[in-house]
């Protein structure tokens, strides 16, 4: 399957990927970033996988939505008949449920099922047995229980079960998977048509309190259903995506674990779920991120896990062949131990937005933010890893050293704007300090742009996040310069790519990538704050109509073989839908761009 082909159903603490054949190729249980119990999208059917189609039929001929839900339903028509599977993730109870219903819509249609369990990664071979009318597969501290009115046939050797059966038309047959500890007593029965009922009412009464009204309606709700399905409900966590290593070039190397929450990527989420008026999950993620970075300020990690745990080693697990061979596959993040600066910038952005929109005040956040604040007067002159997290030497990054300016800036606005204490004066010299050093050592002339890092010519698509940051008035030359020189040099056809990749000298990586989704949208929030709102609105189509059929993208583009890349479905990208379509909508909430204090 290509990427795209994938469709994605949670329960807002997992979710799992659904193929257009009809297979469940990644579910990772009980949370997002614990061991896959289904990981074929890395290594095949071997890695375990849950099929249930019509026999001898490959993808389906339709698939879609029910409506504002996370309820997928995958249909099969041919002139024999006509057959649907409902599939979903009913929200969390005493344990996880993936429920397919197999619906017969006409004719008559023989299907198969295959259902194979391989726990941590494909790596555990399950033991099966049936225990009270269901087919319960064990293995360590891992149990699943199937349950379902048609008689299974477990194949013992081969440790996968199969059934066969036909349905006709109005014949609903439930299947029902339910995960639990295998130390405990065998779950209780879900109810697979009541869950349904309940699994589209919650979606649906979710996405009613959204306030977008614009022209964009539909994506906007399918990308806020995809962010709030990517939040871990127990603690406003946020997973930048829920698979790892989909590459970002097909069979390259550059495959990343993203089930964590990034403050960056969740910053930009808070920006969105406000935007859409969703200011409870905002205050959720805001309250998660003063718990996470609470410490000491030099300890700042750019990721956290779901419950704010700073470990996230990386390893590899090697049985797995990855994503059509994409090696190596890589489970944890090392970018998590790196020093990105940006990151105070987008906490200090992050929480005078929520101050700006007026969510519920939490007494913490600003003595975080003092404490942060002290720690990057001595700290913003170093280079950083950067927000592309690259492995190569540090540098100083201009979008770092513009993320600097930011969290002084927002400092001196709570002071001004907000009545909170603190040496604004001492901040306001900084800010002025910070800026002088960006424009001088940041900016080529000869080319009216910024440069990606100082001493450097190269771009960087972060620099399209300039306007919207404030750090020079929109009329600036050198914004508009900048603009055009991204537009320029790392457009291909229409699509953004971070940087010039591939040679290792930024990033330490070899080997290119594909375009990079929210830089994109990035360059269409530029045109449109520029007032080049045509130019904007045309990117921004084309960039929607490279969304999956069921409205969903990665996290990068292939503009040439025309496919998804990388991790999928995008946290980043779907973020980027809803404040790209906000900020054509001229929502008076999108603050930004409002001048240039501390500097020319
Ligand atoms: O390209 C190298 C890096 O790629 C990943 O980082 C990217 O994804 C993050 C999560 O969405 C995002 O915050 C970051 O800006 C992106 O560059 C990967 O996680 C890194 O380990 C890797 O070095």
Same mark, same amino acid.
């Given at each position: 399957?290509?990427?795209?082909?994938?469709?994605?159903?949670?329960?807002?603490?997992?979710?799992? *990927?659904?193929?257009?054949?009809?297979?469940?190729?990644?579910?990772?249980?009980?949370?997002?970033?614990?061991?896959?119990?289904?990981?074929?999208?890395?290594?095949?059917?071997?890695?375990?996988?849950?099929?249930?189609?019509?026999?001898?039929?490959?993808?389906?001929?339709?698939?879609?939505?029910?409506?504002?839900?996370?309820?997928?339903?995958?249909?099969?028509?041919?002139?024999?008949?006509?057959?649907?599977?409902?599939?979903?993730?009913?929200?969390?109870?005493?344990?996880?449920?993936?429920?397919?219903?197999?619906e017969g819509v006409r004719g008559r249609v023989e299907m198969r099922t295959e259902l194979t369990l391989r726990f941590d990664y494909g790596r555990v071979v399950p033991w099966?047995?049936?225990?009270?009318?269901?087919?319960?597969?064990?293995?360590?501290?891992?149990?699943?229980?199937?349950?379902?009115?048609?008689?299974?046939?477990?194949?013992?050797?081969?440790?996968?079960?199969?059934?066969?059966?036909?349905?006709?038309?109005?014949?609903?047959?439930?299947?029902?998977?339910?995960?639990?500890?295998?130390?405990?007593?065998?779950?209780?029965?879900?109810?697979?048509?009541?869950?349904?009922?309940?699994?589209?009412?919650?979606?649906?009464?979710?996405?009613?309190?959204?306030?977008?009204?614009?022209?964009?309606?539909?994506?906007?709700?399918?990308? *806020?259903?995809?962010?709030?399905?990517?939040?871990?409900?127990?603690?406003?966590?946020?997973?930048?995506?829920?698979?790892?290593?989909?590459?970002?070039?097909?069979?390259?190397?550059?495959?990343?674990?993203?089930?964590?929450?990034?403050?960056?990527?969740a910053t930009f989420t808070l920006q969105a779920l406000m935007h859409a008026g969703y200011d409870d999950e905002a205050t959720a993620w805001r309250d998660w991120l003063l718990?996470?970075?609470?410490?000491?300020?030099?300890?700042?990690?750019?990721?956290?896990?779901?419950?704010?745990?700073?470990?996230?080693?990386?390893?590899?697990?090697?049985?797995?062949?990855?994503?059509?061979?994409?090696?190596?596959?890589?489970?944890?993040?090392?970018?998590?131990?790196?020093?990105?600066?940006?990151?105070?910038?987008?906490?200090?952005?992050?929480?005078? *937005?929520?101050?700006?929109?007026?969510?519920?005040?939490?007494?913490?956040?600003?003595?975080?933010?003092?404490?942060?604040?002290?720690?990057?007067?001595?700290?913003?002159?170093?280079?950083?890893?950067?927000?592309?997290?690259?492995?190569?030497?540090?540098?100083?990054?201009?979008?770092?050293?513009?993320?600097?300016?930011?969290?002084?800036?927002?400092?001196?606005?709570?002071?001004?704007?907000?009545?909170?204490?603190?040496?604004?004066?001492?901040?306001?010299?900084?800010?002025?300090?910070?800026?002088?050093?960006?424009?001088?050592?940041?900016?080529?002339p000869g080319r009216n742009t910024f440069t990606q890092y100082y001493g450097s010519t190269g771009l960087d698509a972060a620099l399209l996040l300039i306007p919207r940051l404030?750090?020079?008035?929109?009329?600036?030359?050198?914004?508009?310069?900048?603009?055009?020189?991204?537009?320029?040099?790392?457009?291909?056809?229409?699509?953004?790519?971070?940087?010039?990749?591939?040679?290792?000298?930024?990033?330490?990586?070899?080997?290119?990538?594909?375009?990079?989704?929210?830089?994109?949208?990035?360059?269409?929030?530029?045109?449109?704050?520029?007032?080049?709102?045509?130019?904007?609105?045309?990117?921004?189509?084309? *960039?929607?109509?490279?969304?999956?059929?069921?409205?969903?993208?990665?996290?990068?583009?292939?503009?040439?073989?025309?496919?998804?890349?990388?991790?999928?479905?995008?946290?980043?990208?779907?973020?980027?839908?809803?404040?790209?379509?906000?900020?054509?909508?001229?929502?008076?909430?999108?603050?930004?761009?409002?001048?240039?204090?501390?500097?020319?």
């Amino acid at each position: 399957m290509r990427i795209e082909d994938y469709a994605l159903v949670g329960d807002m603490h997992t979710a799992a *990927l659904v193929g257009r054949d009809g297979s469940v190729d990644w579910l990772c249980l009980p949370r997002f970033d614990s061991g896959a119990c289904f990981a074929a999208l890395l290594d095949g059917p071997r890695a375990g996988r849950w099929l249930l189609a019509p026999a001898g039929r490959e993808t389906c001929t339709g698939r879609r939505y029910r409506g504002d839900t996370l309820v997928l339903e995958t249909t099969w028509d041919s002139p024999d008949g006509c057959v649907r599977v409902v599939d979903f993730m009913p929200a969390r109870g005493e344990a996880p449920d993936l429920v397919r219903v197999v619906e017969g819509v006409r004719g008559r249609v023989e299907m198969r099922t295959e259902l194979t369990l391989r726990f941590d990664y494909g790596r555990v071979v399950p033991w099966l047995r049936h225990e009270g009318g269901r087919l319960a597969v064990v293995a360590g501290p891992d149990a699943a229980w199937l349950q379902c009115p048609i008689p299974l046939c477990p194949d013992k050797k081969a440790h996968r079960t199969t059934a066969a059966f036909t349905v006709s038309a109005g014949d609903r047959v439930p299947f029902v998977l339910t995960w639990r500890e295998s130390w405990l007593p065998r779950p209780d029965r879900t109810d697979a048509e009541e869950s349904l009922t309940a699994t589209e009412r919650m979606w649906t009464h979710w996405l009613s309190d959204c306030r977008y009204d614009g022209e964009y309606g539909e994506a906007v709700r399918r990308s *806020l259903l995809t962010l709030k399905a990517l939040t871990y409900a127990p603690t406003g966590g946020l997973v930048a995506a829920p698979t790892t290593s989909l590459p970002e070039r097909p069979g390259g190397t550059r495959n990343w674990d993203y089930r964590y929450s990034w403050l960056r990527d969740a910053t930009f989420t808070l920006q969105a779920l406000m935007h859409a008026g969703y200011d409870d999950e905002a205050t959720a993620w805001r309250d998660w991120l003063l718990r996470a970075v609470a410490g000491e300020p030099a300890d700042l990690q750019t990721m956290y896990t779901l419950d704010g745990g700073r470990r996230i080693p990386e390893w590899n697990p090697d049985w797995l062949a990855g994503y059509e061979g994409a090696q190596p596959v890589r489970i944890g993040n090392a970018a998590s131990a790196q020093f990105q600066l940006d990151v105070y910038g987008e906490i200090m952005d992050c929480l005078e *937005l929520a101050r700006d929109a007026g969510l519920r005040p939490n007494d913490d956040a600003w003595d975080l933010q003092l404490v942060l604040m002290d720690y990057l007067e001595g700290a913003w002159r170093k280079p950083d890893n950067g927000l592309w997290e690259t492995r190569g030497p540090r540098r100083d990054f201009v979008h770092s050293k513009v993320l600097a300016w930011v969290a002084a800036d927002r400092m001196i606005s709570a002071v001004e704007n907000h009545g909170r204490e603190g040496p604004a004066d001492r901040w306001r010299a900084l800010r002025e300090e910070i800026h002088r050093d960006v424009c001088a050592r940041g900016y080529d002339p000869g080319r009216n742009t910024f440069t990606q890092y100082y001493g450097s010519t190269g771009l960087d698509a972060a620099l399209l996040l300039i306007p919207r940051l404030g750090f020079l008035p929109l009329d600036d030359p050198r914004v508009a310069g900048t603009v055009d020189a991204v537009r320029r040099e790392l457009c291909e056809d229409g699509f953004v790519h971070r940087y010039r990749s591939g040679t290792g000298d930024v990033d330490g990586l070899i080997g290119g990538e594909g375009a990079f989704l929210a830089c994109s949208f990035w360059l269409a929030d530029a045109l449109a704050l520029l007032g080049r709102r045509e130019e904007a609105r045309e990117l921004f189509d084309r *960039l929607l109509a490279v969304r999956n059929d069921v409205g969903l993208l990665a996290e990068e583009y292939d503009a040439v073989h025309h496919r998804q890349l990388g991790n999928f479905p995008q946290a980043y990208s779907h973020v980027s839908i809803v404040n790209t379509a906000v900020a054509l909508a001229g929502d008076s909430r999108t603050r930004r761009a409002r001048g240039h204090p501390g500097g020319s």
